[in-house]
């Protein structure tokens, strides 16, 4: 919260759960929001600067550690930081060649990638919901959301970034035509010229409705999960104001569900991870 400002229950969880926001107001000048009707005055082009500071933050960490690693790393028996990447290594690989049929050097590393820059940003959830905000309200930064993932512009663009190489592969394995006729020449086919364009209109509704529901079942998953537990997470933080009792059960409430998170965090990560793969797969797959 910003300085020592008090605010109800409700002030409490809207406070927490808003983004702080740069974009253009309606006179014409760009600058950043300090509540939430000024949030709703900024245009199109507005940005969640806290969510694209950590995850793009987040992302430099990772690729630090893992830079690290790679030149840290030696032939003999691996101990420590490189121990640790190369189970992660291992671990993602066996996936990909669990549900990944094609071949493509890509593949795996967007895999490694998807599935540890999740986790991190995932990872967020766990620091106390008011450190960082009450940090950032000391340095005269009124909102400040820490976990990237509950954020659904963060989401959807990672499931873009997907579903762009979705289409990207589908017509390079497939040419545009073999995409064309995967859209419009199945569930249903026939060999009657006059039911067959009414097949290939019902087929490309249903094709083009299972393809663009890919990033944003993809998208909403991760968002609707972490979104959930991080509300749980501030719903518990307000029962430290009832009183010394309801605050030992809340603290008490808040171990067992950040135990529990934890599982949470790391399975939403693994499951956008092995979409990832699987569409890719799917992409990557000749129908004749």
């Known amino acids: 919260m910003a300085g020592s400002e008090t605010l109800t229950s409700g002030e409490y969880i809207k406070h927490h759960l ?4 740069f974009g253009q107001f309606p006179d014409g000048h760009w600058g950043v929001a300090h509540s939430a009707e000024e949030i709703g ?5 507005a940005i969640h600067l806290d969510s694209m500071f950590w995850s793009l933050g987040l992302a430099a960490f ?16 691996p101990a420590g930081l490189q121990n640790f990447v190369e189970l992660l290594i291992d671990f993602v690989n066996e996936n990909v060649r669990g549900s990944f049929s094609g071949k493509n050097d890509l593949v795996a590393p967007l895999a490694l990638t998807v599935f540890v820059w999740v986790f991190l940003m995932n990872l967020m959830d766990l620091v106390p919901v008011d450190l960082i905000p009450y940090i950032a309200g000391v340095l005269g930064i009124h909102f400040m959301k820490v976990v990237p993932s509950t ?11 997907v579903f762009m190489l979705i289409i990207y592969y589908s017509i390079k ?12 020449g199945m569930p249903f086919e026939t060999k009657n010229l006059l039911l067959k364009p009414i097949f290939t209109v019902i ?8 393809l663009i529901a890919k990033p944003i079942s993809l998208s909403l998953r991760l968002f609707g999960n972490m979104y959930a537990g991080e509300m749980i997470f501030i719903l518990i933080a307000v029962m430290y104001s009832g009183g010394w009792a309801l605050g030992l059960f809340g603290g ?14 790391t399975l939403q990560a693994f499951i956008f991870m092995t979409l990832t793969i699987v569409y890719l797969d799917m992409a990557h797959a000749e129908h004749h």
Request: aromatic share 18%; no cysteine.
């Open 151 to 161: 954020d659904p512009n963060i989401t959807f663009a990672m499931a873009l970034g």
């Open 252 to 265: 008490v409430l808040q171990l067992g569900w950040a135990i529990f998170h934890i599982l949470i965090i």
């Open 18 to 21: 808003t983004n702080l926001t």
């Open 41 to 45: 005055e900024l245009g199109f082009w």
């Open 62 to 77: 990772f690729s630090y550690f893992f830079y690290k690693a790679a030149q840290t790393a030696s032939a003999g028996i």
């Open 173 to 184: 394995i497939k040419g545009v035509g073999g995409f064309v006729a995967e859209l419009t």
């Open 203 to 210: 087929n490309f509704v249903l094709e083009g409705v299972n």
